[in-house]
């Protein structure tokens, strides 16, 4: 529990907490980040038009689209008044930024063993008061831990979308990806039982929204459960179909020989 009132402290990177009605007017026009955006956007896809595969460009055009939602609009101010907001921001960045970036530029240099425990400490990490504290005051543990988030999602979705090939690595994958969703189903369960507020960085915020700080937080957890686990489940049988579907097709060639 901070011991700073939440109202004496210093805005965080996205800036003050949102009213309602000045949400939608709320974009982050850091000049910093909007050139990284822009150089990452022209760079990649000038590779992508030289290696000449379109399916490439439009994931990359993807993953665009979804770090100017995640870190330029409005979301981004709206992750200061409800931590609801954050578990959505995260679940963004997991579950669409990095798949687009791993079907764009797939990162192969870390397996997908190593990106799911670098991913599981990166949203432990997050979710652990004192360090949510850190990121809320100081711009840079924000982006370190961004980053601790997106660059192992990235090399985990990379793995399963490209070399996750024959039936054990294929049970493999669905395996590592039911551990994340009983990861995200433990934070949520955490976040939605808890009978006290355990980011108080957002006391003075959520009412903004007509939520108490208690009920930001439960739906939060809500947040991690539903739409957090859907797509890992989904993820995951599509891994398990596709064993099935390899391990019939073995067995039919061995009938065969």
Request: aromatic share 10%; proline share 6%; glycine share 8%.
């Amino acid at each position: 529990m901070s011991l700073v009132d939440p109202s004496l402290r210093a805005d965080p990177y996205c800036g003050p907490a949102p009213l309602p009605e000045t949400l939608l007017g709320t974009w982050n026009l850091d000049p910093a980040l909007l050139a990284v955006l822009a150089l990452a956007g022209v760079v990649g896809t000038w590779r992508l038009r030289m290696i000449g595969d379109p399916r490439r460009v439009r994931a990359f055009g993807v993953a665009s689209a979804v770090s100017v939602v995640a870190f330029l609009s409005p979301l981004c101010a709206l992750t200061v008044a409800l931590f609801a907001a954050r578990g959505v921001h995260h679940l963004l960045l997991i579950f669409a930024l990095a798949p687009a970036l791993a079907l764009a530029f797939p990162l192969r240099r870390i397996g997908a063993g190593m990106g799911f425990l670098a991913l599981s400490a990166a949203l432990w990490l997050w979710h652990v008061p004192v360090i949510y504290a850190l990121a809320w005051d100081h711009a840079s543990v924000y982006w370190a831990l961004q980053l601790a988030l997106i660059l192992p999602a990235w090399a985990f979705w990379s793995a399963l979308l490209h070399d996750a090939r024959g039936v054990a690595s294929r049970l493999g994958a669905s395996l590592q990806l039911g551990a994340l969703a009983g990861q995200m189903g433990l934070i949520g369960a955490i976040l939605t039982f808890s009978p006290r507020v355990l980011y108080p960085e957002h006391l003075a915020l959520a009412e903004r929204f007509g939520l108490t700080a208690l009920s930001d937080q439960q739906l939060a957890g809500l947040v991690m459960w539903v739409p957090g686990m859907v797509p890992v489940a989904f993820a995951a049988a599509w891994m398990l179909r596709a064993a099935w579907a390899e391990a019939e097709h073995g067995e039919r060639q061995g009938d065969r020989t």
